[in-house]
């Protein structure tokens, strides 16, 4: 059983940046893709980044892509998400989940994911 904890979220302003992390046990994190979705108020949930188990590899939204970057320290258990440039868009729920079947691809689908956190509020505000 693999448990997953989001932090880090928070109020900020528009343009500003702040660091979710996810800190995961219970199982072996270093051997799991790992990946960053988001739900906003009457919306689906959406991708938003995806890393490889070693960290080499990343994946991002389209919406994302050149002001949040996915990281991983597997010393640590722990997987990142810095976010900057961020728009009132970007207010939603941020979940981390780990994807515990398929190491060597880096999905976008929520489904492909066996274990999720929580979730971490982001509200920025205009």
């Known amino acids: 059983q693999v448990q997953l904890v989001e932090s880090g979220g928070g109020l900020v302003q528009a343009g500003g940046s702040v660091r979710l992390s996810c800190a995961a046990s219970?199982?072996?994190?270093?051997?799991?893709?790992m990946g960053w979705f988001r739900q906003a108020p009457g919306k689906e949930r959406e991708f938003v980044a995806a890393?490889?188990?070693?960290?080499?590899?990343?994946y991002y939204a389209d919406s994302v892509k050149g002001r949040f970057t996915i990281a991983r320290d597997n010393a640590k258990n722990t997987m990142y998400l810095q976010m900057g440039s961020l728009k009132p868009e970007d207010t939603a729920v941020y979940y981390c989940?780990?994807?515990?079947?398929?190491?060597?691809?880096?999905?976008?689908?929520?489904?492909?994911?066996?274990?999720w956190g929580q979730g971490t509020q982001v509200t920025v505000s205009s």
């Open positions: 989940a780990a994807d515990l079947n398929r190491p060597l691809i880096l999905s976008r689908m929520a489904h492909e994911y066996d274990y």
């Open positions: 219970g199982g072996t994190f270093s051997m799991y893709v």
């Open positions: 890393i490889s188990w070693s960290g080499v590899s990343t």
